[in-house]
């Protein structure tokens, strides 16, 4: 199963700023097979990113996806009083168990 | 518009059983492959289950693989989870979740949530 380690836990910053988020695999991720999701307070996931680096349907272009093998980065380019949020990567190999990140708390300074 | 609403989460003792259900609209249900995702309170994502479109392949977490069975009636456009032999660390918020067409492993949609309290 591969693991996976996001950093920093919290990331505490200002609007307009830009956020940098990290996602370690403890092993090479197959195909660059990582998505991004987005998770607010009481709300359902939402899905950011996939591929690493493709941004899903109606997703801003201030988030952008980047990383291979083993690492792995979610940027937000300018961040919005709504992104404020908890951000999780999640690996999707050929086989399950697909697994998630511990989770990046992106909150406001 | 897509639309996933879970129901059948509430208290159960630990030993007990539950069937969580998931109905759907606003797409092809019969065309797309379908996920139970996890969230204990407070805690982070874990994914349950998968089952394909025809539902002719399954894969279950080690984490409840003989306990929990996916199903799908793609006459009703509804995908269902039964959990039997329920323990304390299987309270969590039961989602359910589409995967991204010709993307597996990948939710695009996701319901709200079923809160499922496995406690005597």
Same mark, same amino acid.
């Given at each position: 199963?591969?693991?996976?380690?996001?950093?920093?836990?919290?990331?505490?910053?200002?609007? &307009?700023?830009?956020?940098?988020?990290? /996602?370690?695999?403890?092993?090479? $991720?197959?195909?660059?097979?990582?998505?991004?999701?987005?998770?607010?307070?009481?709300?359902?996931?939402?899905?950011? #990113?996939?591929?690493?680096?493709?941004?899903?349907?109606?997703?801003?272009?201030?988030?952008?996806?980047? &990383?291979?093998?083993?690492?792995?980065?979610?940027?937000?380019?300018?961040?919005?009083?709504?992104?404020?949020?908890?951000?999780? /990567?999640?690996?999707?190999?050929?086989?399950?168990?697909?697994?998630?990140?511990?989770?990046?708390?992106?909150?406001?300074? | 518009?897509?639309?996933?609403?879970?129901?059948?989460?509430?208290?159960?003792?630990?030993?007990?059983?539950?069937?969580?259900? /998931?109905?759907?609209?606003?797409?092809?249900?019969?065309?797309?492959?379908? +996920?139970?995702?996890?969230?204990?309170?407070? =805690? &982070?994502?874990?994914? $349950?289950?998968? #089952?394909?479109?025809?539902?002719?392949?399954?894969?279950?977490?080690?984490?409840?693989?003989?306990?929990?069975?996916?199903?799908?009636?793609?006459? =009703? +456009?509804?995908?269902?989870?039964?959990? +039997?032999?329920?323990?304390?660390?299987?309270?969590? $918020?039961?989602? /359910?979740?589409?995967?991204?067409?010709?993307?597996?492993?990948?939710?695009?949609?996701?319901?709200?949530?079923?809160?499922?309290?496995?406690?005597?």
């Amino acid at each position: 199963e591969i693991v996976l380690t996001q950093s920093p836990g919290t990331l505490s910053l200002s609007p &307009g700023e830009r956020a940098t988020l990290s /996602c370690r695999a403890s092993q090479s $991720v197959s195909s660059n097979f990582l998505a991004w999701y987005q998770q607010k307070p009481g709300q359902a996931p939402r899905l950011l #990113i996939y591929g690493a680096s493709s941004r899903a349907t109606g997703i801003p272009d201030r988030f952008s996806g980047s &990383g291979s093998g083993t690492d792995f980065t979610l940027t937000i380019s300018r961040l919005e009083p709504e992104d404020f949020a908890v951000y999780y /990567c999640q690996q999707y190999g050929s086989s399950p168990p697909w697994t998630f990140g511990q989770g990046t708390k992106v909150e406001i300074k | 518009e897509v639309h996933l609403v879970e129901s059948g989460g509430g208290l159960v003792q630990p030993g007990g059983s539950l069937r969580l259900s /998931c109905a759907t609209s606003g797409f092809t249900f019969s065309s797309y492959e379908m +996920n139970w995702v996890r969230q204990a309170p407070g =805690k &982070g994502l874990e994914w $349950v289950s998968y #089952i394909s479109s025809s539902a002719t392949t399954i894969y279950y977490a080690d984490s409840v693989r003989g306990r929990f069975t996916i199903s799908r009636d793609n006459a =009703k +456009n509804s995908l269902y989870l039964q959990m +039997n032999s329920l323990r304390a660390e299987d309270t969590a $918020v039961y989602y /359910c979740a589409r995967d991204l067409v010709l993307v597996r492993g990948v939710f695009d949609y996701w319901g709200q949530g079923t809160l499922v309290t496995v406690s005597s």
